[in-house]
């Protein structure tokens, strides 16, 4: 069982920045892919990046490609996502998610989330 605590989330204007992490509780962290969520308010859960167990593949949501920069450190059983000109549209719950396949597979194990709020 894998547990996943997110960090980081606040309350930001348009245009700046904030950095959310993931810690994972298991220590073979580096065999799994993880991933980044997200639900606004009335909508559905979706994908915002990924990355794969051992850092050298990405993937991003078109709507974030360019802003957001998701990362690893295994040795600290940690993944970050960078978010960058952050835009009203990117207010949401954010979870973190790990899965022992692919980038692009069913996530197994979810955080429970931290908030991102960004006014305009």
């Known amino acids: 069982q894998v547990q996943l605590v997110e960090s980081g989330g606040g309350l930001v204007q348009a245009g700046d920045s904030l950095r959310l992490s993931c810690a994972a509780s298991?220590?073979?962290?580096?065999?799994?892919?993880m991933g980044w969520f997200r639900q606004a308010p009335g909508k559905e859960r979706e994908f915002v990046a990924g990355?794969?167990?051992?850092?050298?593949?990405?993937n991003y949501a078109d709507s974030v490609k360019g802003r957001f920069t998701i990362s690893r450190n295994n040795a600290k059983n940690t993944v970050y996502l960078q978010m960058d000109s952050l835009k009203p549209e990117d207010t949401a719950v954010y979870y973190c998610?790990?899965?022992?396949?692919?980038?692009?597979?069913?996530?197994?194990?979810w955080g429970q989330g931290t908030q991102v709020t960004v006014s305009s």
């Open positions: 998610a790990a899965n022992p396949r692919r980038v692009n597979d069913v996530y197994d194990y």
């Open positions: 298991e220590r073979t962290f580096s065999n799994y892919a």
């Open positions: 990355i794969s167990s051992s850092g050298g593949y990405t």
